[in-house]
């Protein structure tokens, strides 16, 4: 960690395998009894599906999938609770709650052999950075592998009460006026060199404020960010939903912009296992990719929209209102200062408009935003760690296999993205860098 006296990050969950909850006898409509116990007896869906003719013939029926309490861990839970890993013939899947994302990496390190987790819901920049080691413990790489995007938006910037009259939305600058009378504001992110801390750096420069010098950013386990606001740890907070919508039920906070407002259809989280586990396991883990696939589509019907959030709204996952979940993930938005979208376009997707496909392009920004701010050195390979992490190879494979070879893009570029009014060219991404204004880098 660089910077420190500036950065003061501070991790507030355990991050060890005993920190992972194991999610058990789980029923499609939620009515079991909640499961902490942390046990380890695999967990069967209520669907029971015999393998479909066109499954690959896997070379393990087991995997650990770990997932924290957002409404993007959809995807993986809704697999599970749908018996798609047993439709592709993974019957022994287990879906492993994770306390926060520093467990997530301490977990994925252990592997499932050493009682920690194969594979994860995950930040999308943090298989990039245990390849590299610049965030395992060990500071050894780890090489981990992106098989999908599981969405894209879905995350927000909320502020707390104390600052409603300063009615602060996209732009970030009135926060400038606090900052000059010798306050110290207090942002909280859920990880360093994740995309909500990217997504707050990002938002902060554009209004001309330094996140490393004219605020204190702190690391804060998502399920614990409105509590944490409630009790007075942070003036701000970036995090995935449904905490934002669940920070404005208690009137504590607002939101002053969903993320999706600063790059609209922006990626997000990711499915990614370990590179060895893969290796080893190539037609299990492109089973496992296959029935993600499946879940995302069924995530993004309408019809089941309400369904899914009660699913996943229950204390084996996360534990939250239905409510919370199922309006903002509808794009009924409300921002808690009498503004309220009814069918915001930048809503959660897991599958429609490519959200599941995981853009090569996209990945180049994570890794340049890492580099602006000193988490990836200057001189990375960016191409090259790329290639080896992303697997939209695997991605295309799957598609086709599920029927959705319509749904394969033409290219591994979505192009030329605008993000909060800058121009970013994956092709010149040194060039972007270069004109930011703000920076570590």
């Known amino acids: 960690m660089t910077n420190l006296s500036r950065r003061k990050f501070i991790i507030t969950a355990g991050i060890t395998a005993a920190g992972a909850i194991i999610a058990n006898g789980c029923s499609s409509n939620g009515s079991n009894a909640d499961n902490n116990s942390g046990g380890t007896t695999t967990a069967k869906p209520a669907a029971n599906f015999t393998p479909v003719a066109n499954a690959p013939k896997v070379e393990t029926t087991k995997a650990k999938l770990g997932f924290i309490a957002l409404t993007d861990s959809a995807p993986l839970i809704i697999a599970f609770e749908k018996g798609l890993f047993q439709k592709y013939g993974m019957t022994d899947v287990q879906v492993v709650k994770q306390t926060s994302w520093a467990a997530t990496r301490d977990n994925l390190e252990l592997g499932s052999a050493q009682g920690g987790i194969d594979g994860a819901h995950i930040l999308s920049p943090m298989p990039y950075l245990m390849t590299a080691g610049a965030i395992t413990k060990t500071k050894q790489p780890l090489p981990m592998q992106i098989l999908a995007r599981l969405n894209t938006n879905g995350q927000a910037i909320s502020i ?16 400038k006026q606090v900052i000059a009378s010798g306050k110290k504001l207090t942002c909280a992110v859920t990880f ?51 905490w934002n919508g669940k920070l404005i039920q208690e009137q504590t906070g607002y939101s002053a912009v969903v993320t999706g407002e600063l790059w609209k259809d922006h990626p997000e989280k990711a499915l990614s296992m370990r590179a060895d586990w893969v290796e080893k396991n190539p037609n299990a883990a492109k089973a496992i990719l296959m029935a993600v ?30 409510i919370a979940i199922s309006d903002r993930s509808k794009g009924k938005i409300d921002y808690g200062t009498g503004r309220i979208e009814t069918a915001s376009p930048v809503a ?8 599941s496909f995981p853009y090569k392009s996209h990945d180049t920004w994570f890794l340049t935003e890492n580099m602006r701010w000193g988490q990836l050195p200057a001189n990375t390979d960016v191409k090259a760690l790329i290639e080896k992490v992303n697997r939209s190879d695997m991605w295309k494979e799957a598609a086709k296999a599920i ?3 319509a749904a394969i893009p033409a290219s591994d570029s979505r192009g030329v993205e605008d993000i909060l009014g800058v121009k970013f060219d994956p092709a010149d991404s040194a060039g972007y860098l270069k004109g930011l204004k703000i920076k570590k880098a």
């Open 160 to 175: 707390s009460n104390k600052y409603k009259d300063l009615k602060i939305g996209k732009d970030s600058s009135p926060l």
């Open 192 to 242: 360093p060199g994740g995309t909500h801390d990217l997504w707050m750096r990002s938002w902060l420069s554009a209004g001309g404020i330094d996140p490393e010098k004219d605020v204190e950013i702190i690391v804060i386990p998502p399920p614990q960010m409105v509590a944490s606001m409630k009790a007075g740890k942070m003036d701000a907070f970036c995090v995935g939903e449904p």
């Open 293 to 322: 696939q499946e879940a995302q589509i069924w995530c993004d019907k309408p019809e089941n929209k309400d369904e899914m959030s009660k699913i996943i709204a229950t204390g084996k996952y996360l534990k939250v209102d239905a």
């Open 348 to 355: 959660m997707k897991f599958w429609d408009d490519n959200s």
């Open 403 to 405: 029927g959705q070879e």
